[in-house]
């Protein structure tokens, strides 16, 4: 059987920080000369530090010096011993520097998460109660569960192995038929504790595009008429919103997670990230390679925007009105920019049940629950269209095509049809539609495999589970059926007693 760890090099994002994110500070420390500013590293390492500690406190409501020990550390590696925080409770804020330098603060604001504070910051209009919806903080709470094929997959995701990477996973949840059959959570998290997506947001904006196709209001074919791009005789011009969704732009972006990357520059050294990304040349022709990177999106994000109009406040509301409220999803923290995009590459926050209800989305091929169609007829089909030859379709990551990786994952388990959320160190959501599934696991999980074999395993233990299911058999010795997902407004109604 191949070997599961090459399954997760698709994780790109940032993956090559815990490769080399502590070597970019040595850099920084002991090389006199190089073709980057030397100083950039050190302020890429402290913005991550001061928004990833200022989100887990205030969003998800965690203790920032366990994140900076499990998430932190796990993302800087080396460089992390150099790197001091702060935390100003009265502004709701967290204030990073790397030895004593390049001071970085991250504040929070009510309804919009945290942002990196810039001089040039758009002000973020006060999100109303309606808007913030129900944000309790972790609870213990979870289903139980006593099929016994889906315990032992399910234990097998959490167990850490002496010698192994670390997989510190933080909740799993198992959705079959529309029901919930398996729900775990680490201590100190629960069914109330949003998550960090990650690259897991990169779905999200395929969402939100998904609903501007519907109304009408853009197509996947239509050039983005990015103002940097505004001569019509430059090659930039004929990019597309598919050519961004499905990362074959060509431009001269990279996302390697050094510290000196683009994207690390876009993500934590500038407040306008749409532009920075868009500012970028071309090093291949439109449309002709596929290329992962952040910038990309950031694009695509600022589009949908600004057709939405009115801002990250008017963006929040069609986001809930449109895509989370049909869903029965309440409470998602979207992340923007200091000229109000969404970063839908990276920064959103939900709960797994809820990040499980988006994921049933795209399993019941775009109808909500209450049979509303949400994204456009096929539009499933197309998301999950392989590019190019590659593992990757339109903002999820695929089995379609004849990939080598998605070769690996279906000989180890993982139906053909399947397709997945994914985002860095192991935030990720499967989709099976020929099986009915849909599971969720996040985690802060190290590489070479992120943990994506076992998750794999798990896949496999729900596709027998069904099977035994199916199967004619006394009513006694048949699987546990859980309840529905709670919705947030179910929760609201049980805590006042109606």
């Known amino acids: 059987m191949p070997s599961l760890g090459a399954l997760a090099q698709e994780e790109s994002v940032w993956m090559r920080v815990l490769r080399y994110g502590g070597l970019a500070l040595l850099v920084f420390l002991g090389v006199a000369e190089t073709m980057c500013r030397p100083d950039k590293a050190a302020r890429v390492a402290a913005g991550v530090t001061a928004h990833t500690l200022c989100s887990a406190k205030y969003v998800s409501g965690l203790n920032p010096a366990k994140v900076f020990d499990e998430h932190v550390r796990l993302v800087l590696g080396p460089t992390a011993k150099l790197i001091g925080y702060s935390e100003d409770v009265g502004k709701h804020s967290i204030t990073s520097s ?54 032992a997959a399910v234990q097998k995701v959490f167990a850490e192995a002496p010698g192994q990477p670390v997989k510190n996973v933080k909740a799993v949840v198992v959705i079959r038929d529309g029901r919930i059959v398996a729900e775990r959570y680490a201590p100190g998290y629960g069914s109330r504790t949003e998550l960090l997506s990650y690259s897991v947001a990169k779905s999200i904006t395929n969402a939100l595009l998904g609903v501007l196709v519907r109304q009408g209001r853009v197509s996947v074919d239509q050039q983005v008429g990015a103002p940097e791009w505004s001569n019509s005789n430059e090659s930039r011009h004929k990019i597309t919103l598919e050519d961004l969704l499905r990362m074959r732009s060509g431009l001269a972006a990279e996302e390697t997670g050094t510290g000196f990357d683009a994207v690390s520059d876009m993500e934590f050294l500038n407040s306008d990230m749409a532009a920075f990304a868009a500012s970028h040349h071309l090093k291949r022709s439109v449309g002709s390679t596929w290329e992962y990177t952040s910038a990309n999106t950031l694009i695509l994000d600022r589009f949908i925007g600004q057709t939405v109009g009115g801002g990250a406040a008017g963006l929040r509301e069609f986001a809930q009105r449109e895509l989370f409220t049909p869903l029965g999803i309440h409470g998602v923290t979207l992340e923007f920019d200091g000229r109000g995009t969404f970063i839908g590459s990276t920064f959103a926050y939900a709960t797994a049940r809820d990040f499980a209800r988006f994921g049933e989305l795209y399993r019941s091929d775009g109808v909500a629950p209450n049979r509303q169609r949400i994204l456009p007829e096929r539009w499933v089909e197309w998301s999950r269209r392989s590019t190019l030859g590659e593992p990757y379709g339109a903002g999820f990551w695929t089995n379609d095509g004849g990939s080598r990786l998605a070769k690996l994952r279906i000989a180890n388990g993982f139906p053909a049809d399947g397709f997945f959320a994914s985002g860095f160190l192991g935030q990720r959501i499967y ?11 996040f985690g802060y999980s190290a590489p070479p495999s992120f943990g994506i074999g076992d998750d794999i395993d798990l896949i496999s233990a729900v596709i027998v589970s069904n099977a035994l299911t199916a199967a004619p058999a006394p009513a006694q010795s048949k699987g546990h059926q859980g309840p529905t997902i709670p919705s947030a ?10």
């Open 489 to 498: 407004d179910s929760k609201r109604k049980q805590a006042s007693g109606r």
């Open 98 to 151: 790397v030895a004593g330098l390049f001071s970085v603060t991250a504040k929070f604001t009510p309804g919009y998460g945290c942002r990196i504070e810039y001089p040039e910051n758009e002000p973020l209009l006060p999100a109303t109660a309606d808007s913030l919806g129900d944000r309790p903080f972790a609870s213990a709470d979870s289903v139980s569960f006593s099929d016994p094929p889906i315990i």
């Open 431 to 441: 989709i099976v539609p020929s099986q009915k599934i849909t599971i969720v696991r």
